[in-house]
């Protein structure tokens, strides 16, 4: 696994990597587990992903962790999701100051359940002025609801008058996104075979290498994170130009 990592060129790392962590129901069933404990594995491989993306000098790690569309799971799977996380939260908080990890989150978080929101507030404070490697929370999160959010909070400054329409611009609107001040994501990785991109930051991946892999979210640890930047660091990221003019 040393080898994967030394092959990694420190300058061209992504500043910011997004992950649709996928599998953890059909992890658990191809073991016979019941789906709960395959989330729970879960935790294991955030845990070391996020690891291995502060080893390399990642500066933003977002993962999707429960979207909008999540709430119409079996009520059962959603309280389990929704007490694993506030559980882990409160479990990490000191590995995550040990590491200098800072958490974020994005996402509808006042329409979670108030236990959830209290321990990811508290999270939050409890690691804000860390700084090797931000990690963003999606919960309760969908790309749509986001962009919606901000065209209304845009179009409410134009009607009061506060902000003219020839001045929105892309800036503008980043501004008013609750990624604000996040740099765009460079790679997206979804695992578990999918190949969708399920609401998740929209907007934010315009320019996003897109990386698939069919290995369950319990199973993808460092060295598929390591794998999947060096694929990223293997392509060609042209923005529109030619190869000759990237130089
Ligand atoms: C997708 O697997 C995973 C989720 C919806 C939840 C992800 C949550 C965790 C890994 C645990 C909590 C996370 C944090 C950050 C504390 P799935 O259930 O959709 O799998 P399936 O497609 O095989 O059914």
Known sequence: M????????PDKVPRHIAIIMDGNGRWAKQKGMPRVLG????????????????????EYLTLYAFSTENWSRPPAEVTALMSLLVETIRGEIRDLNKNGVRL??????EA?????????LEGIEQTKNN???TLV??????????????????AEQAASGTLRPEDIDERAFENALSTRGIPDPELLIRTSGETRISNFL??????????FTPVFW????????????????RRERRFGKISEQLV
């Open 137 to 154: 929370l999606a919960l309760n999160y969908s790309a749509k609801w986001e962009i919606l959010r901000a065209t209304r909070l845009l």
């Open 112 to 120: 979670l359940p108030k236990s959830s929101y209290k321990a990811l």
């Open 218 to 233: 319990p199973d993808f640890g460092k060295e598929q994170l390591f794998e999947a930047v060096l694929s990223y660091q």
């Open 202 to 211: 929209l907007w934010q991946i315009a320019y996003a290498e897109l990386y």
């Open 2 to 9: 040393n080898d994967l990592k030394s092959l990694i060129i």
């Open 104 to 109: 974020q989150a994005i996402g509808n978080l």
């Open 131 to 133: 700084k090797r490697l």
């Open 39 to 58: 989330h729970r594995s879960g935790v294991k491989s955030v845990r070391e992903v996020t690891e291995a993306a502060g080893e390399i000098g990642v």
